[in-house]
């Protein structure tokens, strides 16, 4: 359970835990899976949809055997209202709900064995229609009440950016909400499987990561169980202020937020004026803002709060990488490549780690071989 978060991974972090690496890597390649199974081609009639059936999606994206089954297909839709001349449009620009990940249990005796516990992963993939690019846009912060009714603006309830909310919350009269569809399967899964140890692993990249973090937030909101929640995201943006990161802590969510500083995405949207674990009623201490203005802006839609442990890599330590180019640095080939190389802050990267290497156009990572 530490290698899940149990003491938000004090210790395990600098120099990072072998161990720790393998369940990083493990993660990844789930949400490798959500990207390798999109139908990315505008052009294609399945486009925005998965292209495999629920029962081989995790074979035939090739990431390996898991001892993991895939039990729902997960979709998000976008609340933006459309003008009447997109009609005339072609349809991958209205495209309003599409396919964005998936929940997988594992069911291997060995592998439930190897980690004490039941696992329960929910994989999220990062944006890739064109209304949620526009979601992405809707920066400012989104309150919530308790029961997760969106009220406006008020000073101490846990806020959230409106467009990741939007993607989380959204429904059409043929589609349930992401929202819906999480929760009816974590009930389901709690009927069928709620007297064992569980564990759910909420993992995504870029919008997934950010998503990964408002879902785990609702299953510790809704749910009354003693299961352990944990995030584990990459290259994730802000999600929401400092009362929401506080509501995260309290309800012991565990979040590890894999970060590269080379990486634009990672520092939007909105501004960070207090990054620490102080108190809630604690003043904001910023050098060179007026005490005044620092206290004006505490709660603001734009003020945002990091959450969870951060473990935090560089682009510009891997000899193996394009330098400057900002698509690179965001690649979840290029985050699964540094947590492969990184040792620590005084050894960022290895010399024995092996290099992205590419076939058939893709990019493809070789990872060592660590023994849990």
């Known amino acids: 359970m530490e290698y899940q978060g149990i003491n938000n991974w004090e210790g395990m972090l600098d120099p990072l835990d072998d161990n720790l690496r393998s369940e990083i890597l493990r993660y990844g390649q789930f ?3 959500t990207y390798r199974s999109f139908d990315f ?3 294609s009639p399945t486009y925005a949809t998965c292209k495999y059936p629920k029962n081989s999606l995790l074979s035939r994206s090739g990431i390996g055997e898991t001892g993991y089954r895939m039990t729902k297909n997960l979709r998000a839709t976008c609340g933006i209202q459309l003008p009447r001349w997109i009609d005339r449009a072609p349809s991958w620009v209205s495209t309003q709900t599409s396919w964005i990940g998936y929940v997988a249990v594992c069911q291997d005796k060995e592998e439930i064995a190897r980690l004490g ?3 329960i992963v929910i994989a999220l993939r990062g944006t890739a229609t064109c209304l949620e690019w526009l979601e992405n846009l809707r920066a400012t912060l989104t309150s919530l009440t308790a029961d997760d009714d969106v009220v406006p603006n008020y000073s101490g309830l846990p806020m959230v950016e409106s467009g990741f909310l939007s993607l989380y919350t959204s429904r059409t009269a043929t589609c349930p909400s992401l929202q819906d569809m999480v929760r009816e399967e974590i009930a389901r899964v709690l009927e069928m499987y709620g007297d064992e140890p569980l564990s759910f692993t909420i993992t995504g990249h870029s919008l997934g990561a950010a998503l990964a973090t408002v879902t785990a937030y609702d299953i510790n909101s809704h749910f009354d169980n003693s ?16 009362s929401f990161r506080c509501h995260l802590e309290k309800s012991g969510t565990r979040i590890l937020r894999i970060v590269n500083s080379d990486d634009l995405i990672t520092k939007v949207p909105g501004f960070v004026i207090d990054n620490s674990d102080v108190a809630e009623e604690q003043a904001i201490n910023v050098a060179n803002l007026p005490s005044w203005f620092q206290k004006r802006m505490q709660d603001t839609q734009w003020v945002y709060a990091d959450v969870g442990q951060e473990l935090r890599l560089s682009s510009r330590e891997s000899p193996y990488l394009s330098k400057g180019n900002v698509a690179t640095c965001h690649a979840l080939s290029t985050y699964l490549h540094l947590v492969n190389g990184f ?5 960022p990267f290895s010399a024995t780690a092996r290099r992205v290497l590419r076939k058939n156009g893709r990019e ?9």
């Open 364 to 372: 493809k990572l070789g990872f060592r071989s660590v023994n849990m």
């Open 117 to 119: 516990r039941r696992d």
């Open 227 to 242: 299961h352990m929640v944990t995030v584990m995201s990459f290259g994730g943006p802000r999600v929401g202020n400092r």
């Open 343 to 347: 040792v620590s802050s005084s050894c």
């Open 41 to 43: 081609d505008p052009s």
């Open 31 to 33: 949400v490798e899976a």
